[in-house]
């Protein structure tokens, strides 16, 4: 994700219901298409909020929305989907702070709303945008999750699949730690694609087909994941495991 660079600091990003806004949120520039008010919505709103422990999967629907295997953080920055919406789009993404460097705490203090706009000369232009995504796949595969998957998280911004505008209402959000033309790691394209299965079991609706790219649904306006993104890797692992997890397989996107 490049982010765009008019977002002002210390103000909500704009909501990409409002595509009149002008205002371009900037890093994943994903804000909920709802009203200022859903900005808010959030249980963890208004505090800086310690990580949550590890889900305690009671239930079915808890079953679907967290993932064991994710080191959950907590997060304001989601709201509910629309009325009975479920995930039926799963977008990727690459995400980097600073910009192309590696390793910091970075991502995770820009999703609790508690970036430092002085650690760094870059963050004085992202910090305060609020934006989620709600797994974070960082370089040494470890998986991070900040948004039930079943809650609207805000990653994608302006954007359109196949017609429908407002991806966030109905789509999941991955990022990998990375820049459009670094390489991805290794680990990153098996923990993407184990992580894919697990939630096209959750989401059925979210078949190979319906798995895109930030840059898809937002031409012009993003470039992640970007062309070091390998698809036919990740692809390619995605097709082995849903063999070995009985999951149908489609014919080879021709386009990729
Ligand atoms: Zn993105």
Not at 47 to 65: E, F, M, Q, V
Not at 80 to 92: C, F, N
Not at 192 to 206: K, Q
Request: proline share 9%; glycine share 8%.
């Amino acid at each position: 994700m490049h982010p765009d660079r008019t977002m002002k600091p210390g103000r909500p990003a704009a909501l990409d219901s409002d595509p009149e806004s002008g205002i371009e949120s900037g890093i994943e520039s994903g804000l909920a298409s709802g009203s200022d008010s859903d900005l808010d919505s959030g249980p963890d709103s208004g505090s800086i909020a310690a990580p949550d422990p590890a889900p305690i999967l009671n239930t079915r629907a808890d079953y679907i929305g967290l993932l064991p295997e994710a080191r959950q953080v907590a997060c304001s920055n989601w709201d509910d989907r629309p009325d009975g919406m479920l995930a039926e789009l799963l977008v990727i993404h690459n995400i980097s702070l600073p910009p192309q460097e590696f390793g910091g705490p970075w991502i995770e203090a820009l999703f609790q709303n508690r970036l430092d706009p002085n650690a760094h000369p870059y963050f004085a232009n992202i910090a305060g945008v609020r934006l989620s995504s709600h797994l974070l796949i960082r370089r040494d595969g470890e998986l991070i999750q900040f948004v039930d998957l079943r809650k609207r998280a805000w990653h994608a911004g302006r954007s359109c699949f196949e017609g429908r505008n407002a991806c966030n209402d109905f789509s999941i959000g991955i990022e990998l730690e990375g820049a459009d033309c670094i390489p991805f790691m290794e680990a990153q394209y098996r923990r993407l694609a184990s992580v894919t299965i697990e939630i096209m079991r959750r989401f059925p609706a979210i078949t190979r087909e319906r798995i895109t790219g930030h840059s898809d649904i937002a031409p012009g306006r993003k470039t992640d994941p970007g062309p070091a993104f390998d698809w036919k890797q990740y692809l390619a692992l995605l097709d082995q495991q849903m063999k070995t997890a009985g999951l149908p397989s489609a014919p080879a996107d021709p386009c990729r």
